[in-house]
């Protein structure tokens, strides 16, 4: 969930309290939860791990990682499966080094407090940089007139790949009329080589039956 929807999701159902939730099939199915008395200070993170979890960054050797280094979130815990039924290659692609690797990109900071930064498979190479797909569509949340966002990687003969950005306006707003608004706003926001090559803007986005954008449809 978006710090942007975070924030609006708190103030719509205030009193009631937020819990940010973070796990997988493959851990039946929690790993970590951020109390939400830390939410005000850690927007966006997906908290601690929960009891009987070890939950950290780590390289590829399973080695854990210093904090604010980046790397792909690994666990370990009586919660993790076996493997994948009748999937052997599938399973050894997670299950390395007695840990699972989650295939997110993630930090942890000074507190101790872990931050997703988006999936293995969905960081775009531009030229030397990989940008994270989430972190594009989070600053896009943030716009007032931006009900829906998703952010792929398409061919570029001379960095590999470019950004683009697929955005659904907020209430019928004709936001596709102000390219140049919306563009500084992320370059308020954004790094230069963070920037979106093109923008498209339509009614909606695929999704799966789950609220999954699909991202291979909009490739």
């Known amino acids: 969930m978006a710090p942007a929807i975070q924030k609006e999701v708190a103030k ?50 399973g080695h854990p990682l210093r904090q604010g280094e980046q790397g792909e979130i ?20 997670v299950l390395r080094n007695g840990l699972y690797y989650t295939g997110d990109v993630g930090v942890m900071d000074d507190d101790g407090f872990l931050f997703v930064i988006g999936r293995n498979k969905d960081m ?39 950004i683009k950005a697929f955005i659904v306006p907020k209430n019928g707003n004709l936001i596709q009329d102000r390219n140049d608004l919306i563009m500084h706003f992320l370059k308020s926001k954004l790094a230069p080589y963070k920037l979106p090559k093109y923008l498209e803007f339509r009614d909606t986005l695929p999704k799966n039956k789950s609220g999954k954008v699909l991202k291979m449809n909009l490739k």
Not at 17 to 28: N, Q, V
Request: net charge negative; aromatic share 10%.
């Open 74 to 93: 690994v666990a370990r815990g009586a919660n993790i499966m076996q493997g994948y039924w009748n999937h052997p290659e599938e399973t050894r692609k």
């Open 124 to 162: 775009i190479k531009i030229g030397g940089n990989r940008v994270s797909a989430k972190e594009i569509e989070e600053v896009l949340y943030e716009h007032p007139d931006v009900a829906d966002a998703a952010v792929i990687g398409i061919y570029d003969e001379i960095l590999g790949e470019a």
């Open 12 to 61: 719509v159902f205030h009193p009631a309290k937020l819990f940010i939730m973070y796990g997988a099939t493959e851990a039946s199915a929690r790993l970590s939860y951020l109390d939400p008395n830390d939410l005000p200070r850690k927007w966006g993170s997906i908290g601690k791990a929960i009891p009987n979890v070890e939950l950290f960054i780590a390289d590829d050797k």
